[in-house]
């Protein structure tokens, strides 16, 4: 079985979209990775909304949207209106999660939440059934390029067992520091869709490595 790959936009080279895009088109890669900051959530900001209906224009693999905003919620319909296939908020940033997750399955996006690192997977169990994505931040979030935090691989395995001991559908992303290396660990904990944003866009041959990831 193959792993899903979501190359993140964030590593790429904001100069010259067309031609990253054009690579992720040919590469194959399911996802994009879609990393949306508000400089409050996160000590960042990375692009909005006007931005990205153009990447939505050029890009024919499906959007993977990280919201890494407070109140991810007012934000439903513009994430919808690019057509993403995931919509992801932050555990963190959700007081009232369970009314979030159904207004984004209502919206026909498939619901994610993601954890930061220091937030334990047993904080999902009374949502795990309603989810259709868990990611885990295998790094603080807000920026792209830095080193994996080994601990996620530990999250990985709870996360695996509480999904089967539920019989939750949910997928296990993992983002942040995913390379060759931290990416077959990931895999063999089980995980099912790998976010890679310097390993693939600052690499010598981004096509090549996508391929490599997806044959984890
Ligand atoms: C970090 C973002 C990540 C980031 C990953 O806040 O959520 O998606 O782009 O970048 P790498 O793979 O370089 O760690
Ligand atoms: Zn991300």
């Known amino acids: 079985m193959s792993t899903i790959v979501s190359p993140s936009l964030l590593s790429a080279n904001f100069g010259d979209l067309k031609t990253d895009l054009a690579m992720i088109n040919q590469s194959k890669c399911e996802w994009l990775h879609i990393d949306v900051m508000d400089g409050v959530f996160v000590p960042n900001i990375s692009f909005g909304f006007p931005v990205l209906k153009y990447v939505a224009e050029l890009c024919e693999k499906k959007l993977d ?10 934000f439903i319909q513009e994430v919808k209106a690019l057509g993403a296939y995931t919509m992801n908020v932050h555990f963190e940033a959700c007081p009232h999660l369970h009314r979030v997750v159904q207004q984004i399955k209502e919206a026909g996006m498939k619901a994610g939440v993601t954890l930061n690192p220091a937030t334990p997977v047993s904080m999902l169990a009374d949502i795990i059934g309603d989810l259709d994505l868990v990611m885990l931040m295998s790094v603080n979030p807000g920026f792209g390029g830095q080193k994996f935090i080994p601990h996620t691989l530990e999250k990985v395995k709870e996360l695996r067992a509480l999904i089967e001991r539920t019989g939750s559908k949910a997928l296990i992303e993992v983002d942040g ?4 290396e931290t990416g077959k660990q990931l895999v063999e904990a089980g995980v099912d869709v790998l976010v890679a944003g310097n390993a693939v866009f600052k690499a010598e041959n981004p096509l090549e490595e996508i391929e490599f990831l997806n044959n984890l």
């Open 65 to 74: 949207v990280h919201l890494m905003i407070v109140q991810p919620e007012k």
């Open 177 to 180: 520091g995913v390379n060759r």
